[in-house]
T-cell receptor, first 113, second 113 residues
Framework: DTAVSQTPKYLVTQMGNDKSIKCEQN?????MYWYKQDSKKFLKIMFS???????INETVPNRFSPKSPDKAHLNLHINSLELGDSAVYFC????????????FGSGTQLSVL | GNSVTQMEGPVTLSEEAFLTINCTYT??????LFWYVQYPGEGLQLLLK?????DKGSNKGFEATYRKETTSFHLEKGSVQVSDSAVYFC????????????FGTGTLLAVQP
């Protein structure tokens, strides 16, 4: 079983659309994250939730809204998609006692046309 | 601010060659340092870590030593295998209770038989 799974793997959409990426972890971890990897492979944290509570919210446009219905899920909703949103989005999780050991999903490649 | 700089790839080696991937960091205080690896089609996973100066992290034949005097954490392996082909990310962690991982841009390693 995949430890951190995110769907879809690929997402191609038009500018202005709204889309969601889902993430689930079956590791029993307390903390989940969204990272964005741009075309230059630069990986930057966007959000972090601990037990459904937002603990890290980097400078991200408010078109991006994370939602954590329970501690095993952290979804990312993006409104009014723009060309610059094209990137690979990684979900990750970590045990509450060791937030430095992250387990990543395999990524969602978002292409905005 | 805090940042990580690692050598650009791709690094192409023959099997059994010696590997070095350079990583230097800028940070206030005393961060923890990490190497993560991303195999093709998978998410990143922790390879090794070091939490204080002069510590050596090691795993699967890879090693890296936390050098405070040169602010470096270079990754080395004495004899690479084809199965080591992947993207390697250097990272640092800071932030106490809301730990954040800051990643370098990744270095692609391609090992040829």
């Amino acid at each position: 079983d995949t430890a951190v799974s995110q769907t879809p793997k690929y997402l191609v959409t038009q500018m202005g659309n709204d889309k969601s990426i889902k993430c689930e972890q079956n590791l029993g971890h307390d903390t989940m994250y969204w990272y964005k990897q741009d075309s230059k492979k630069f990986l930057k944290i966007m959000f972090s939730y601990n037990n459904k509570e937002l603990i890290i919210n980097e400078t991200v446009p408010n078109r991006f809204s994370p939602k954590s219905p329970d501690k095993a899920h952290l979804n990312l909703h993006i409104n009014s998609l723009e060309l610059g949103d094209s990137a690979v989005y990684f979900c990750a999780s970590s045990p509450g006692g060791d937030r430095e050991k992250l387990f990543f999903g395999s990524g969602t490649q978002l292409s905005v046309l | 601010g805090n940042s990580v700089t690692q050598m650009e790839g791709p690094v192409t080696l023959s099997e059994e060659a010696f590997l070095t991937i350079n990583c230097t960091y800028t940070a206030t205080g005393y961060p923890s340092l990490f190497w993560y690896v991303q195999y093709p089609g998978e998410g990143l996973q922790l390879l090794l870590k070091a939490t204080k100066a002069d510590d050596k992290g090691s795993n699967k034949g890879f090693e890296a030593t936390y050098r405070k005097e040169t602010t470096s954490f270079h990754l080395e392996k004495g004899s690479v295998q084809v199965s080591d082909s992947a993207v390697y990310f250097c990272a640092l962690s800071y932030g106490g209770a809301t730990n954040k991982l800051i990643f370098g841009t990744g270095t692609l390693l391609a090992v040829q038989p």
